[in-house]
């Protein structure tokens, strides 16, 4: 089996509000073996949504609809799926009770309205919500089965994980596990990364993804078995052979950011931090992390820094430890060329403690992308992880 989901709301449409609820569901799903296939957003029109829930139901057994639950003229989630599934509403009194003692408990008069929320579809399976004052259900139309939840996070989830869920499991036989597992990789490019392991991304269980974000990239292995050990086992293969493909790049589960702080910690290693760029991507990026920030011991942001004769002579030399009593320190450097142009040039160096020359790494930039400082921040921190990764196998990092 597999779903589709759709997210009910004028809100969502117009980016006022964020559909976060689709994610955790696609997440809760992946734990009784549904993958969810699409995702699709909807406002409060009737005719869309009645149009969205039949093109759904074509392709898919199983539709989740979230919102449109509630008791006003545009929550119309109720009517639109009775009328894609060609089912009256029906009246429950149960229902209505459980709504108005909901009221009482708040000490709130119930409005009229209310009462459209006692209403489903005939025939449907009905998940009656201790949270809120809008039920839940199951319609079904020739073996096609769609669910509606409330819209408000907290009953959705709570719903999901206590009723909807268990409903699946016990009603269609759902024992399948959808297993996910993510590696992080930084330090070569996405087609490097993809050219490395594209024999193993066709394959239909496992299935093998790449997604890049911020220079650095998450590998999503995702497999179906029949508990979590029987995924786990289809997994193991194709992660070792991604551990020896990138090896060198990879970060196992942890970001860049998370690798480098515990590696500072770990090496007892201590920073000074030098740009030229007021937005100060590498300070940014190792103070993501409590253990990186601690590391830190001086950090200096200067649009005007001395220049010699090329910006990488400058950036070897601020990065060098000619200072006896920095022999506890390394010194990292990240130098962003100025211009009008948005392809800049970017140097990274660090000077280490027992190195006579610096590390030294750059690229071109395109500071016309929102995310530029990102690149720049990633560029730093690998040549920093580099640096301690190799450092382990050497004497311990002198303490200050």
Partial sequence: MHAEIIAIGTELVL?????????????????????????????????????ALRQAMARAPLVICSGGLGPTSDDLTRAAIAEATGRPLIFHQTLLDDIAARFAAFKRPMSASNRQQAHVPEGAYIIRNPRGTAPAFVAERDGRYVAALPGVPQELRYLTEHALLPYLRQHHGLAEVLLVRE???????????????????????????ISAKRGQYTIRIAARGTGRDDAERLIAPVLAAIQERLAGFLLDEETLEQRVGRLLTE?????????????????????????????????????????????????????HLADPRESSTARLVALIEPGDAS??????????????????????????????????????????????????????????
Avoid: C, K
């Avoid at 030098?274 to 942001?301: C, K, L, M, V």
């Fill in 183 to 209: 590696v992080h990789a930084a330090g070569l490019t996405e087609a490097e990364a993809s050219e490395r392991l594209g024999d193993l991304m066709p394959g239909v269980n496992p299935i093998v993804g």
């Fill in 267 to 319: 090496r007892g290693a201590r920073l000074t931090v030098i740009e030229n760029d007021p937005a100060a991507p590498a300070f940014r990026a190792i103070s993501a992390t409590a253990a990186g920030r601690r590391a830190i011991r001086q950090a200096i942001i200067q649009t005007d820094l001395p220049l010699e004769e090329s910006y990488e002579s400058t950036a070897r030399r601020l990065a």
């Fill in 15 to 51: 980016g006022a509000t964020v559909d976060t609820n689709s994610a955790y569901l696609a997440q809760q799903l992946a734990t009784i073996g549904v993958p969810v296939r699409r995702v699709t957003l909807v406002g409060d029109e009737l005719e869309e949504i009645v149009a």
């Fill in 343 to 400: 392809m800049r040039n970017v140097h990274v160096a660090l000077g280490t403690p027992h190195s006579e020359e610096p590390r030294y790494a750059t690229r071109g930039v395109d500071f016309g992308l929102p995310d530029a400082h990102d690149f720049v921040a990633t560029m730093a921190l690998d040549l920093l992880r580099r640096w301690l990764e190799s450092s382990a196998h050497d004497s311990p990092a002198p303490q200050r």
